[in-house]
T-cell receptor, first 117, second 114 residues
Framework: GAVVSQHPSRVICKSGTSVKIECRSLDFQATTMFWYRQFPKQSLMLMATSNEGSKATYEQGVEKDKFLINHASLTLSTLTVTSAHPEDSSFYIC?????????????FGSGTQLSVL | AQKITQTQPGMFVQEKEAVTLDCTYDTSDPSYGLFWYKQPSSGEMIFLIYQGSYDQQNATEGRYSLNFQKARKSANLVISASQLGDSAMYFCAMREVTGNQFYFGTGTSLTVIP
């Protein structure tokens, strides 16, 4: 089946530094990728929708200058958390969809646990 | 209003028994898709089953089946013959034909008791 690879799986960084998370679709071309944030024992919160070659669409309340999303190719999207602070500590998970049909399921990466000290 | 509602924060089931996880949804779109995902403690999201709003029959995938009641706007997941490895969070999700976004419920934590 389709595989989405997400790296790193865990990152610890100092406050004020930037962290880049990569999301790759390994065996299909992902026209759309989604970035989610998940707090412990809570649901997935959509941060942004990323379309190849165009600017990401951010959800209300998500700072686009803080969470930079780049979708440079059909197989790679990156999320950069700029000037990270402890409140940015969370589980970030990406997902990708090959087509746009209604029954196209999302394939998820394994997630990145970000801890900002 | 919430698009997806999962009213059971936690459920317990005896090994080898069946369990039903509830999901109700809210949409005015004529066409939509309903999905169930499993999230083990490792964090990955695993696709389980899909039901289209116009599908005549309830979806089944191995031990998973979806009890789809369109008039009641419910899409409950039934897991038969529960196994210890079924212990995880389960999320119901919906995508509307008019949009790109998937809406997720708050999840149900299932614990299978040996």
């Amino acid at each position: 089946g389709a595989v989405v690879s997400q790296h790193p799986s865990r990152v610890i960084c100092k406050s004020g530094t930037s962290v880049k998370i990569e999301c790759r679709s390994l065996d299909f071309q992902a026209t759309t990728m989604f970035w989610y944030r998940q707090f412990p024992k809570q649901s997935l919160m959509l941060m942004a929708t990323s379309n190849e070659g165009s600017k990401a669409t951010y959800e209300q309340g998500v700072e686009k200058d803080k969470f930079l999303i780049n979708h440079a190719s059909l197989t790679l999207s990156t999320l950069t958390v700029t000037s990270a602070h402890p409140e940015d500590s969370s589980f970030y998970i990406c997902s990708a969809r090959e087509g746009a049909d209604l029954n196209e399921k999302l394939f998820f990466g394994s997630g990145t646990q970000l801890s900002v000290l | 209003a919430q698009k997806i509602t999962q009213t059971q924060p936690g459920m317990f089931v005896q090994e080898k028994e069946a369990v039903t996880l509830d999901c109700t949804y809210d949409t005015s779109d004529p066409s939509y898709g309903l999905f169930w995902y499993k999230q083990p403690s490792s964090g990955e999201m695993i696709f389980l089953i899909y039901q289209g709003s116009y599908d005549q029959q309830n979806a089944t995938e191995g031990r998973y089946s979806l009890n789809f009641q369109k008039a009641r706007k419910s899409a409950n997941l039934v897991i038969s013959a529960s196994q210890l490895g079924d212990s995880a969070m389960y999320f119901c999700a919906m995508r509307e034909v008019t949009g790109n976004q998937f809406y997720f419920g708050t999840g149900t934590s299932l614990t299978v008791i040996p």
